[in-house]
């Protein structure tokens, strides 16, 4: 049985593809000419020269292939041309499942986020029977992977066994870029994060993540979707993990979402005039008004999904981090 992985150069797509080869999987990884796969270059997998924007070169990748994981996406929480985290997460998807229908895969994993699941308007913890509306999608990243889950939804109501996953803050070693949520660890471990602002994440380590992408594949049930969560928890109690592993102190000021909202929005405009990306994204900003907590039962009661302490997965991210060198 060959699996195809899309994303195989990211965060949660390597830490996949490794998980697939540790069970004896053969894996065939879709990648730009471009890519950097640096990150699973000693394990063995095939390499299919391919872009999601292209579907011949989509229609050769899925020759024999038995199951997709497509977990390629744009995750910017800012761009210069806001139409390309669109071209890769909505029509890239289009084009990929539309191949994957054709060439009669057996089972289609999607993996989409949280963030289409949480709103602005939730009062108890929500779980996948949310419908949030796109008009509360919060920035371009959180609209395409909504309108991209959308694609997926519909193409398992046409026959193609889609089942849908939607991880929350995956945290651990591995995240190179390094993603935004990452990108905070460092800054945190750097000393550049003063303050904080009252806001929640529900933490999940992301081996468990492409554990559940896995079980998701055999257990999930089609049209489904299954929040791949762990631990929810204040920023501040995030911050207070990794101040014990590394020795940084805790931010002391919370700061009121307006004045964060205000930095952001003079970061953004400074971002727009110059091209450099804001060191405060507004959509992050946005984002944090609302806790990102979530009820993640299902996938525990219908994939035997195990996530593990939320606590180790941020000190092997930030010992990852410093003995890497990105942070002093």
Known sequence: MISLVTGASG???????RA???????????ARPTSNLTAIEKLPFERATGDLRERASLE???????RVYHVAADYRLWAQHPEEIYQCNVEGTHNLLQAAHAA??????????????????????????????????VGHYKRSKFLAELEALRAAQAGLPVVVVNPTTPIGPGDWKPTPTGRMIVDFLNGKIPAYVDTGLNIVAVEDVAEGHILAA??????????????????????TVLAEFSGRPVPRWK?????ALAAAYVENAIAVLFGDPPQIPLE?????RHKMWVDAS????????????????????????MERGYAR
């Open 284 to 288: 992050g900003v946005r984002m944090a």
């Open 20 to 30: 697939l080869v540790a069970r004896g999987e053969c894996v065939r990884v879709l």
């Open 104 to 137: 009669g895969v057996e089972r289609f994993v999607h993996t989409s986020t949280v963030g289409t699941i949480v709103s602005p308007r939730d009062q108890d913890l929500p779980n996948e029977s949310a419908r949030p509306l796109l008009a509360e999608m």
């Open 255 to 259: 700061i009121p979402h307006a004045v």
């Open 11 to 17: 965060f949660v797509g390597s830490h996949l593809v």
């Open 218 to 239: 055999e257990r999930g049930r089609v049209g489904e979707r299954y929040l791949l969560g762990g631990r929810n928890m204040t920023l501040k109690e995030i911050f």
């Open 60 to 66: 050769t990748a899925l020759q024999g292939v038995s």
């Open 298 to 321: 299902k996938a525990i009661r219908e994939l035997g999904f195990q996530p593990g302490p939320a606590e180790d997965a941020l000190r092997r991210a930030a010992q990852w981090y």
